[in-house]
């Protein structure tokens, strides 16, 4: 991508989205190659213990830090993957012929910087030549996107001791420090000479099975979002075939998807007419069941409603429909999942999605996600939306972003739906970025003008011609609307949106030569 591509946003942003949704489709960063752990044999080459140590996962491992983190004298391992589990303790099992085949050195600058970044630290053998070195720096930043402890562990193996250890600071001094001993662990002080024992208290590492439990809510398989989504705009049929759009606004409702060749969707239908008075106990007024078959498929649709005796609205939903609700769906998950029916939606007063349900649903589960969401702010929404116990360690999605990233979605296929969820993200935006979204919001809008004006819908382009003026009136917006009425006879108000076109840009050529046209047309009595 050239640096002019990445100046601007919509074009840097909308080649991330791209290629962040292959990824969702499937496709891997690193071609679903296995994590490695290489074992150094001492004879210039390294031996793959992946699969004996536990670490061959095919998880997109991105960054690692080693540390003892229990505290047993050998070095742990955490580590990121890009796929779940995102964050993976492997703790080292080592036990070796002796207790105590190690030593732990924590350095302390006074001179130097505090952490004695750059320091190095050799263990001292005074048992004679022959024996190997032993070398340990401090790092900072030793790995990608990583930090390891900054305590210096040194292996000692069967026969190993320990007693000096030769420290070289930051800036060059040198310095001999004495009183180790194997399997303890020391902080070693700039020019003290001395190394101070320090106790370190084993830690209890056990698996919490509560912690990864689901939360008792319900037993149905269902997601709540993190952030509130209005679910994009459905069109459909209802039985006499006239059209609709969903959601509405002003009460919740809730939509399903279904098909009359799916036995599961035909039982939660039957499960919900049933249960019918469940619902509307449960503060949904509006249940509307959409059936995903087609124009073809409306007889049989029609059928299956009329053996259930459907209590609730019902209708066929427009193919292009479809197309929405699967993209929709893209923007949601980190994998690409295939609209599979039954689907519901509930849906707040304002559209927005609260819940989304697969398979087999009950009317408590969706009194309870409305219960819960109705009043709560957007740090409710993000608390709420977790299936499993526990803590975020982020904070709550900013809408705007969230928005933004949504808008992407739909903007080569569906222009009109990505600006709703631009206009949404301007309605949470502050300062500066609300003035940076009207312009964008604008120009958007004027491209769909011109795109209906070719299309020769003049009502559809004045609609996008009066809101891109709204929130930006430009000369250039008003000179494309001037001329595309003066094609289709309203002179009087062509002339007025030329006019001031002018006033904004009187060097304009184009509007002043359209205004004469339109002047001259008007003195004929045309």
Known sequence: MSPKQQADPDVYGNAWSDLLQQVRDGLSWSGRESNRCLLNDRFGGFADVSSVMGLDQKADGRAHALVDWDHDGDLDLWYRDRTAPRLRLMLNRHRGSRKGDFVSLLLEGHTCNRSAIGAVAELVDESGAGKERLVRSVRAGDLFLSQSSRWLHFGLGQNGEVGKVRVIWPGGQEELFEGLKAGGSFLLKQGSSSAISVKRSPRAIAHNTESSAPLVRDATTHINLP?????????FRNPLGDRGILPGEGSPQLIMLWSAECPV?????????????AYRVAGVPLVIALNV?????????????????????????DDISLDVLSAFQKGLFDVTVPLTVP???????GGEVMGIYRGAFDASVIGEDLKALSTVDREGWHAWAPPIAGRWFTKAVNPVYAMEFMARQFDSRFPE?????????????TGAKVLALA?????????LAREFRKQ?????????????LALDPRAEFLLDYGTMLASYGNLGAAAGLLGEALELEPDLKPARRALEMVEKLQKEGR
């Open 265 to 277: 969707s035909r039982m939660q239908l039957k499960q919900m007419a049933e249960k019918s008075r």
């Open 456 to 468: 020769q819908q003049p009502e559809q382009a004045s609609l996008h011609f009066e809101r891109a």
């Open 343 to 349: 689907l519901a939606f509930l849906c707040g007063t």
């Open 293 to 317: 078959d087609g124009e073809e498929g409306h007889a049989e649709a029609a059928e299956v409603m009329e053996q259930l005796r459907w209590p609730f609205e019902w209708g066929i939903i």
């Open 439 to 447: 312009s964008g919001i604008a120009r958007r809008h004027h491209e």
């Open 417 to 429: 739906v990505a600006l709703s969820y631009l206009e949404n993200a301007q309605e949470h935006a």
């Open 227 to 235: 952030v509130a989504f209005r679910l994009p705009p459905l069109g």
